[in-house]
């Protein structure tokens, strides 16, 4: 079963693409029988085009992963229908998102976070306007919510394995 996961940020030039490439990077090496693929877009057309900030791209090749190639593009409402999980990275663009997407569709909209509950939060904050301490951040939150999201779906044996509670139609 191949699954379609898309990560949205609000400009699609830290963290989404900062998740996009972490977990095509751990599929790479340590998920090669998963087929998933992978996506990310903003809620808002700041960048588009443009190449994941100069800071995100650095603390990511720091840890051996590559995101250059990747361009900001804003989500679609195609996207709804297309992906079967996507992920914001915070409330705001959560919501965002569920103001936006056909209600059928509400239930593949989720928190990031919430496939890394150790984690005790929800949001990845932004790190655009702080320093380079908060992009590593960023990249551990990420590293960490990419590989509870493998988990779930590498023990997915259905259409509803992702699914929070009440969420009847979830299908990843």
Do not use: W
């Not at 949205?8 to 029988?33: D, F, K, Q």
């Not at 693929?37 to 443009?50: I, P, R």
């Not at 195609?78 to 705001?92: K, N, P, S």
């Not at 949001?123 to 988990?151: C, I, K, N, Q, W």
């Amino acid at each position: 079963m191949k699954h379609r996961v898309l990560f949205v940020c609000m400009g699609n030039i830290c963290r989404s693409p900062t998740a996009e490439a972490v977990l095509s990077e751990l599929l790479r090496r340590e998920s090669a029988g998963l087929e998933v693929e992978v996506d990310s877009a903003g809620t808002h057309a700041y960048h588009l085009g443009a190449a994941p900030d100069e800071r995100a791209m650095a603390a990511a090749r720091r840890r051996g992963i590559e995101m250059s190639s990747l361009r900001a593009r804003l989500i679609e409402l195609g996207d709804f229908e297309r992906f079967d999980l996507v992920l914001a990275m915070d409330q705001g663009n959560y919501e965002h998102l569920l103001g936006m997407a056909p209600p059928q569709f509400h239930a593949r909209i989720r928190l990031f976070l919430d496939f890394a509950p150790a984690l005790g939060r929800r949001e990845v904050p932004d790190p655009y306007y702080g320093g380079p301490t908060g992009f590593e951040d960023v990249l551990d939150l990420v590293e960490t919510g990419a590989r509870g999201l493998l988990s779930a779906l590498a023990q997915s044996r259905g259409p509803k394995c992702c699914s929070s509670p009440g969420d009847d139609d979830q299908t990843v």
